[in-house]
């Protein structure tokens, strides 16, 4: 099977992010995490986890888990690939890397921004932010790659 993205990102043409967002928000792990669509552009998504007490970590302070921010940052890098390239294709998260800066605000949305800055045949390279508000006092960053597997299958 060849692949006719470029080696870079190209402008989303046939990947609509909103609708895909909105279609995972009443599924599995995003549903079941209150995730939805906020933002998006060329190359990036941006999703809002919206507080709730289920995704209490600390039950002192309210802080919202690490598990919840870690899989909203996987879903926005994630969907920011195939807003990059246009299409939904399989892929899998190699490597995410969670920097946290400091805990989110208790009672806030946290919002993800992820973009995919270059892609090839087999790749996808991202980074990302997430924040409660104000995204100059991230609550984390994030880097990761993505295998593009639709190249490695039959």
């Known amino acids: 099977m060849t692949d006719p993205t470029p080696d870079s990102a190209e402008p989303s043409s046939g990947f609509d992010p909103s609708m895909f967002q909105t279609m995972m ?62 299409k939904f294709r399989p892929q899998v998260t190699l490597d995410l890397r969670v920097d946290y800066m400091r805990p989110a ?22 980074r990302g932010v997430a924040h409660d508000g104000d995204p100059d006092d991230p609550v984390a960053h994030v880097a990761g790659t993505f295998i593009r597997v639709e190249n490695f299958l039959g």
């Open 25 to 86: 928000s009443s599924h599995g792990h995003s549903g079941h995490l209150g995730i939805h669509y906020h933002a998006h552009g060329d190359n990036w998504v941006e999703l809002a986890l919206p507080y709730s007490d289920a995704l209490i970590g600390d039950v002192d302070s309210g802080v919202i888990a690490s598990g919840p921010i870690i899989s909203l940052m996987d879903n926005a890098t994630s969907v920011s690939v195939w807003t990059a390239i246009g």
């Open 105 to 126: 605000t208790p009672g806030k949305t946290v919002f993800g921004r992820g973009e995919c800055y270059k892609t090839t045949r087999s790749m996808a390279f991202v």
